[in-house]
């Protein structure tokens, strides 16, 4: 899995190359820093496994920052609303390239979110469905991250460096009626699209090495 990842990231890499060859200009160059945003949690979960951490004040510290850097792996699919007619670049190339690393990204997401699950049925005990509860949430927590990094801008930084101003801006939104609603919205569908997306995934998973599964 850790061949195939650095396989897609590299593919991905190698046709935003190809574009700059081939359009001489660097276009979608921020696809590259997103990609290397979603890589940090599957890298965070994945030294936590290397090192075996089973104690559950370190695991309740991997999983929070885990959760802060999250939502980034989720939200380079939502680059593709940058698609649009150039004249250097066939719209199908373009495609190509924005989807491809929108799936690196799920990819690195979601195979996180299944350390997350191990973490917490072997450090925790929790049960299978309970784990469940929780993963949908966070998937819908991250959701709502999409939207406060897409629409309103900030992001995982800034709830470390400017946590009151971040804090402060969504409150304010969320008071205005038309804004929450949009909010709301984004967030319910988003991460019922990304919920629908991962547990086939995980269910795929567990079939394959074994692991009971409610799902």
Do not use: K
Not at 177 to 196: D, E, H, K, Q, Y
Request: hydrophobic share 55%.
């Amino acid at each position: 899995m850790t061949a195939f990842l650095l396989f897609l990231s590299l593919y991905a890499v190698m046709l935003f190359a190809f574009r700059v060859l081939y359009t001489g200009t660097l276009g979608y160059i921020f696809l590259n820093w997103n990609l290397f945003l979603a890589f940090l949690p599957w890298l965070l979960t994945s030294l936590a496994n290397l090192r075996n951490i089973r104690s559950r004040v370190a695991v309740l510290f991997v999983m929070a920052l885990w959760l802060l850097f999250f939502p980034n792996c989720l939200y380079i699919l939502t680059d593709l609303i940058h698609l649009r007619r150039a004249e250097n670049a066939p719209l199908w190339l373009d495609f190509i390239m924005v989807l491809t690393f929108a799936w690196a990204g799920l990819c690195y997401g979601f195979i996180s979110l299944i350390d997350i699950e191990r973490f917490l049925r072997e450090s925790f005990g929790t049960g299978p469905r309970l784990t469940s509860v929780l993963e949908v949430l966070m998937i819908y927590l991250a959701a709502f991250g999409i939207y406060v990094g897409r629409f309103l801008r900030w992001n995982s930084w800034d709830l470390v460096g400017s946590p009151a101003e971040l804090v402060t801006d969504v409150y304010g939104r969320f008071t205005s009626g038309s804004t929450a609603i949009r909010i709301i919205g984004f967030t319910v569908l988003m991460g019922t699209l990304l919920n629908a997306m991962y547990f086939p995934l995980r269910y795929l998973g567990h079939r394959s090495v074994g692991l009971p599964s409610d799902s």
